[in-house]
């Protein structure tokens, strides 16, 4: 199954300056929870945020200009290749922007942490047609900065 996960804020902001927006305890947890065990499909950029393959998990890596081979993790030059490059496991993309806009299409579920938050941004979660899915909302988290679980299944 192909599914894509991503925290947005009420502006659809993903990224600034090569970094998360906002730090919230523990909402990070669904990702790891979801993706361990299984593939994780990511841009250049975003791979080189996080500054490593992720612990637990099959990392591929789409780049045209760099190769980030090394264990648990291939490169792939477009997403089709990635995909491909996972064979039958459960892929996950999570990111960045490009990489959304290109699977949009193509993905079966969708798990999305919307944050309560308006912030300033460069990089942006793509706007897609709802009516294509089952909204579902999975858990909502109060706190300094709240955020909901909402999980989108393809009709």
Same mark, same amino acid.
């Given at each position: 199954?192909?599914?894509?996960?991503? =925290?947005? *804020?009420?502006?659809?902001? +993903?990224?600034?300056? /090569?970094?998360?927006?906002?730090? @919230?305890? !523990?909402? &990070?947890?669904?990702?790891?929870?979801?993706?361990?065990?299984?593939?994780?499909?990511?841009?250049?950029?975003?791979?080189?945020?996080?500054?490593?393959?992720?612990?637990?998990?099959?990392?591929?890596?789409?780049?045209?200009?760099?190769?980030?081979?090394?264990?648990?993790?291939?490169? =792939?030059? *477009?997403?089709?290749?990635? +995909?491909?490059?996972? /064979?039958?496991?459960?892929?996950? @993309?999570? !990111?960045? &922007?490009?990489?959304?806009?290109?699977?949009?299409?193509?993905?079966?579920?969708?798990?999305?942490?919307?944050?309560?938050?308006?912030?300033?941004?460069?990089?942006?979660?793509?706007?897609?047609?709802?009516?294509?899915?089952?909204?579902?909302?999975?858990?909502?988290?109060?706190?300094?900065?709240?955020?909901?679980?909402?999980?989108?299944?393809?009709?």
């Amino acid at each position: 199954m192909i599914s894509l996960i991503v =925290a947005y *804020s009420k502006n659809r902001v +993903i990224g600034s300056n /090569g970094k998360i927006p906002w730090k @919230i305890e !523990g909402e &990070q947890g669904r990702f790891r929870e979801l993706t361990t065990g299984n593939t994780v499909i990511m841009g250049r950029k975003t791979f080189e945020e996080i500054g490593r393959p992720l612990p637990n998990r099959k990392t591929i890596v789409v780049s045209k200009t760099k190769n980030f081979d090394s264990e648990n993790c291939k490169t =792939a030059r *477009s997403l089709k290749e990635a +995909i491909e490059l996972a /064979g039958q496991e459960d892929i996950f @993309i999570s !990111g960045g &922007q490009k990489l959304y806009e290109e699977a949009l299409p193509l993905v079966e579920k969708m798990y999305i942490t919307e944050v309560e938050l308006d912030c300033p941004g460069d990089v942006f979660f793509p706007i897609f047609d709802e009516s294509l899915f089952y909204k579902e909302i999975v858990a909502r988290h109060d706190g300094k900065i709240p955020y909901t679980y909402v999980t989108y299944t393809r009709k």
